[in-house]
């Protein structure tokens, strides 16, 4: 059987405890998973603390630029072995892992690297009190050891966009890949042999978070700053453990994402964007839309043609043509999709679309599959309108006026993204500056250049990444003042 080991110096390291790792589409084994205890997780934060003064902290950035497209372009050149790894873990369509998942997992690494390479750094002169002047210049250092904290919704993807930017500024890294996804992190320990990255540079160590991987690596002294994508909740729990040290963290948390529909868009290419902002990855994508404000004129003819395209959706494996959607991650997942959808209908909403578990031949039966759902006629205190459910699934709410849609957008306490769509321009802009979140769409979505801000307001994370913004978290800015 398939096993997962943990990666540390540069070695596979086995275990004494696994865990079985299972696919979502049937329920298969796929393989052991080998937990890191608390002595697997201190050998890899020394390791990456030695590296930091190894050949990696002597490194020029010119060689390491090199060694990061080099890890790119492994990536892709096995792309292959990382789709079916990818495809595996999550069981979702091989369209969306091969176009998504895999050249963006690969690309986080020259697009980091890049900008390390091009970044200026800032001068100031000034005037001194005797009247002479000073000069100030300043230096970037690498922050460290750096604990990275994964979820299993785009394993390789986010993983890669906070281990890319790391190792780019010169920091060394330990990832705690999901307990649901350990492929592909295991399988990048592979590349990182091969192209030459040294022992201790990256290290990935597997298992939970409470009292095992997870908790162990972001309590560790060893470890200078934390950066966590997951649940809000989770977010808090490794705040706590990082206050001890007052160490920094970077987080991407959850979110509860508007979409806005207004009655002059291109209709056609509003009810597309939602369809994929609802339901692409089965719902599980952080900057998914799970509320759908739509303008009162075209309201019932949105909610029908959202109606039909749910519906159209090919649910199925990954490896089927046509398929748009795979399961849930794991049979806990599901369950708590599920108890939303009841709680729904509990709470009086009509179900236009969904609202169940589809039948599924074979093996598949045993999977994680539920349908595509829509709700309509809730109030904004229901369930499903104020929790992020993570599934594939959306309730539509109508709205009259543009200072209406911008309180119920802003009534919540995430605040990660959201998705307009309208042709005035006007307005689009005006809504763009009133909505409290990191990340504002306009007649698009999931349209990401990585050299943008990426982050949350309020409850949806702290702090932002993405191009020169990485920089600021994954280095120490030390000023240094001349007197001339
Ligand atoms: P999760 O918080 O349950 O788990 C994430 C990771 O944290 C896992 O590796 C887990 O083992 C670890 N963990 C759990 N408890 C821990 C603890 N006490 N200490 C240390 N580590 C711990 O999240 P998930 O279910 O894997 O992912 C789904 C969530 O992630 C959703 O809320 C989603 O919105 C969010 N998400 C956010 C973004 C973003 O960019 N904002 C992106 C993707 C996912």
Redo the contacts with the bound molecule.
Sequence with gaps: MKQFLNYINGEFVATDTTFENCAPADNHVIGLVHEAGAAEVDAAVRAARAALKGDWGRMSVARRVELLHAVADEIIRRSDEFLEAEIADTGKPRSLASHIDIPRGAANFKVFADIIKNVPTETFEMATPDGGQALNYAIRSPLGVIGV??????PLL?MTWKVGPALACGNTVVV?????TPATATLLGEVMSKVGIPPGVYNVVH????N????F???HPGVNGIT????????E??MA?AAKGVRPVS?????KNAGIVFADCDFDKAVAGITRSAFENCG?????TERVYVQRPIFDKFVAALKAKAEGLKIGPSNEAGVNLGPL?SAE?KQKVLSYFDKARAEGATVVAGGGVPAMPGELGHGHWVQPTIWTGLPETASVVRE?V?GPCCHIAPFDTEEEVIALANATDYG?ATTVWTENLGCAHRVAKQVEV?ICWINSWFLRDLRTA???AKG??IGREGGVHSLEFYTELRNVCIKL
């Design positions: 904290v994964c979820p299993w919704n785009l986010l705690k890949p999901s307990e649901e298992g939970f978070g409470p095992s991987a997870g908790e690596l972001t309590q966590f994508t997951g649940e809000t909740r989770t977010g729990a490794i453990a987080f991407e948390l959850g979110g599980q994508v952080c900057l998914g991650i997942h992020e993570f990660l990191g990426f982050g949350g949806s994370g």
